[in-house]
């Protein structure tokens, strides 16, 4: 606004003492660029303004990502799980091998879980990979996981894995596989085939549906054996403490509190099956 009053000043000097001595014809061509050169400034700061208003409607209506929903089915699809098949509670962890949240559970709350209640038969738990783009090996390394579990040790290399998350490329894999004993051979065909892309890609997809965002990120709801599901799942999102997990534990092992009854409203994984024929064994 100030330079558009400016030029107006300097054209009424201009044009009050005759141009400055430039003759008629050139101050009409003079008046006719002034004139054009206020309608492109009075254009711009509409813009300008029309920018501003959009960002600060923005900023207004930022928030972030939408809240993941309470009382999901979430498939346990045909992947390594712990514990008890008919423990009255499922533990689902999406996960990311490189994922720095993700070692620190594994390290620090993981171990209490497991005694308090895989071991004693009140949990399940089940891996399920995730991820993220922005972690190079990451997929690779859940890859990897996989394929020792064609050898019945998944969870000796998903440990080794864990115990070092910035030991995962693939030398470091075949040194983690060379420590838990693979047959290397074997181990190497399967990654160069990428055969479990597919497998580690749909547990992915199938969190994203359910909402995670980030690693790592749970779900705890009541067992059902025969549709291979966690039902009436609640989500508890990123590194918590171990007393968050006994917390929703101890809440859903609770006498007072119901099973979802049947036909209330939830939210599907994509793929609520039951295991595939043929689906490797993993110990």
């Not at 003079?30 to 923005?58: C, H, P, V, W, Y």
Request: proline content about 11%.
């Amino acid at each position: 606004m100030k330079r558009i009053a400016t030029v107006f000043l300097l054209w009424m000097m201009a044009f009050s003492h005759g141009m400055l001595g430039v003759p008629p014809a050139h101050a009409e061509a003079t008046l006719e660029n002034l004139q054009r050169e206020m309608e492109a400034l009075k254009t711009g700061q509409s813009s300008l303004k029309n920018d501003i208003e959009e960002i600060k409607n923005l900023l207004r209506g930022k928030v972030g990502p939408p809240p993941i929903p309470q009382n999901v089915t979430v498939s346990l699809d045909d992947d390594p799980s712990k514990g008890d098949p008919n423990a009255p509670l499922t533990l689902v962890e999406f996960s990311d091998y490189q994922c720095p949240f993700c070692a620190r559970h594994f390290r620090d709350t993981l171990p209490q879980i497991e005694a308090e209640y895989i071991k004693t038969g009140k949990l399940r738990y089940v891996f399920r990979d995730f991820p993220l783009d922005f972690h190079a090996q990451a997929e690779r390394a859940a890859q990897a996981a996989q394929c020792a579990g064609d050898q019945g040790k998944y969870w000796p290399m998903h440990d080794q894995l864990f115990g070092d998350p910035r030991a995962i490329s693939l030398d470091d894999f075949t040194v983690q596989a060379t420590a838990i004993g693979l047959d290397l051979v074997r181990f190497d065909a399967c990654l160069s085939e990428k055969k479990y892309a597919e497998e580690v890609k749909k547990d992915l997809k199938e969190g994203q549906q359910l909402g995670i965002t980030g690693t790592p990120g749970f779900f705890i709801g009541r067992t059902d054996v025969a549709a291979n599901q966690a039902k009436g799942a609640r989500p508890l999102i990123g590194a918590q403490p171990y007393a968050s997990f006994k917390a929703a534990f101890d809440a859903l092992l609770s006498p007072s509190v119901p099973p979802p009854a049947p036909g209330s409203p939830q939210v599907p994984a994509a793929s609520p099956t039951p295991p595939p024929p043929g689906a490797h064994p993993v110990p």
